[in-house]
């Protein structure tokens, strides 16, 4: 996938009113929910421009609706380029990833951390939380960059809308883990993972 234009100035200010947006999607994502985290893994006869051969992590919030960000697809633009004054961002080698199409004027990170946090961060397995306001992504790009990923976006599921696509057969769903969350080198993950999932579903 190829870089997103975006000028460093101008997502320095959208940034905060991208936040608001997403705040009304994450917020919720901290009460109680019938689901739990899952990692969903798009199957082959998925054809999608976006959504075709990738990996999401996907959590329930209330209402009914899921939040989510696809793991393995990175863009071409580092956060050195998308905040060239900062320097914390220019020592981040990854490239940012594409987490979604909703609020992609907005970083979002994903980091492991064992125990918990006082930054606002969001739970979003026992060792993976999710921060989306400018204060606690800056500290995790200038303090836990090694142990996180940067993301564009976001998924949003509609309430049922999920449940429709599992439903039509479109999803494999995983438990989530923090190493293949945040590995690396995303190419050939999702052909590993729905080699061992195809193999999975023939056992049963």
Partial sequence: M??????GMKVLLLRALAASSAAFFLASATAAAPEETVLLVAKR???DPIYGSTIVLAKPVQGGGHVGFIVNRPTKMSLAELFP???ASKK????????????????FA??????????GAIRITPDLFLAYETKAVDRIIESES????FFLGMVVWRPGQLDDELDRGLWYVDEPQAKLVL???????????VRRLEARANTI
């Fill in 45 to 47: 006869q998925f054809e």
């Fill in 183 to 193: 590995r690396r080198k995303t190419d050939g993950l999702w052909e590993e993972l």
């Fill in 92 to 107: 981040v080698a990854d490239p940012l990833f594409l987490g979604g199409t909703v609020d992609m004027n907005l970083v």
């Fill in 2 to 7: 190829g870089g997103i234009a975006m000028p």
């Fill in 85 to 87: 004054e900062h320097e």
């Fill in 146 to 149: 090694d142990h996180a990923r």
């Fill in 110 to 119: 994903l980091v492991e951390t064992q125990g918990n946090r006082k930054d």
